[in-house]
């Protein structure tokens, strides 16, 4: 288990900025929504999918990496990549859309990387705190997305609350997990 731990340390040590580049991304998205809430549904579709296409080529090429270097995980993570990036492109292309279309999008893709996080953080090549991690991003993300698709009359302002929320607890997560990624290999 060492071995497997050591190994991802390696393959995370080149790039563990990706992952702390995603957190603050995540944070600015999420004060965004929060001292804005305000915003015009089509600056706050705007905003949301230039977010989560970053999101999404970050874990793109998260996964080609992983891929290279012989990880487990790496295709999840290059499914969730893909699907960040088509529901990115849908929201630019589309920024007039409705707002429960707006809800079921972005319900989804948190319940997706809610389950890839717990998938990862079960079956991942990661330390017991990077697991720790990981689960709980990915119960924040399935919570998120789950109270998105089952309360949609919450109105707009609860609804960007609600995102702006879980990106200012999540954003802090990714930037702990690509740290403690980058601190095994650092410690020995």
């Known amino acids: 288990m060492a071995d497997k731990v050591m ?3 390696e393959r995370e040590t080149d ?7 995603a957190g603050i991304l995540t944070m600015l998205f999420g004060i965004a929504a929060l001292f804005w809430p305000g915003l015009t549904l089509t600056t706050f579709v705007y905003l949301f999918s230039a977010y989560v296409l970053v999101w999404g080529v970050i874990s793109v090429v998260k996964g080609f990496i992983d891929l290279t270097s012989g990880a487990a995980m790496w295709w ?3 499914i969730f990549g893909f699907v960040a990036v088509g529901v990115g492109v849908y929201l ?3 920024p007039l859309a409705s707002f429960a279309t ?3 999008l972005v319900g989804f893709t948190f319940i997706i990387r809610g389950v890839v996080d717990i998938v990862a953080g079960f079956a991942g090549e990661q330390s017991s705190t990077g697991r720790v991690l ?3 991003a990915g119960a924040l993300g399935i919570l998120a997305g789950v109270f998105l698709l089952t309360q949609p009359e919450t109105g707009g302002v609860a609804f960007v609350w609600v995102l702006g929320l879980y990106s200012l607890l999540v954003g802090p997560l990714l ?6 990624a980058h601190n095994i290999l650092s410690e020995e």
Do not use: N
Not at 175 to 180: E, G, R, T
């Open 134 to 136: 990981s689960l709980m």
């Open 92 to 94: 630019v292309r589309h």
């Open 76 to 78: 999840l993570t290059l």
């Open 15 to 21: 790039f563990w900025w990706m992952g702390v580049l």
């Open 175 to 180: 930037i702990a997990l690509s740290v403690d």
């Open 102 to 104: 707006l809800i079921l």
């Open 7 to 9: 190994r991802a340390a």
